[in-house]
């Protein structure tokens, strides 16, 4: 496997994995009245995405080995 295939891999599998609290929410807003949880489905959906675009290139970047800037 080439190391641009393995880092779309692992930034894949990150995405799916933040997207599971929505999938919990989203199944709980299902067996009850959906209609009494679209606020907390639409801050959970914003979150998620939020992560989602702030998490993929950040680990694209530390797998390619390049510079993240230390936390002050």
Do not use: E
């Not at 692992?10 to 994995?17: D, E, G, R, S």
């Not at 933040?18 to 009245?33: E, G, K, Q, R, T």
Request: net charge positive.
């Amino acid at each position: 496997m080439t190391p641009t295939r393995q880092k779309r891999r692992v930034q894949v599998i990150c995405a799916a994995l933040l997207h599971i609290p929505i999938v919990a929410i989203a199944a709980y807003a299902l067996a009850n009245d959906i209609g009494d949880h679209v606020g907390i489905l639409a801050v959970g959906l914003v979150a998620t995405v939020a992560a989602t675009v702030m998490i993929v290139p950040y680990i694209g970047r530390v797998i390619d080995g390049g510079s993240v800037p230390a936390a002050n």
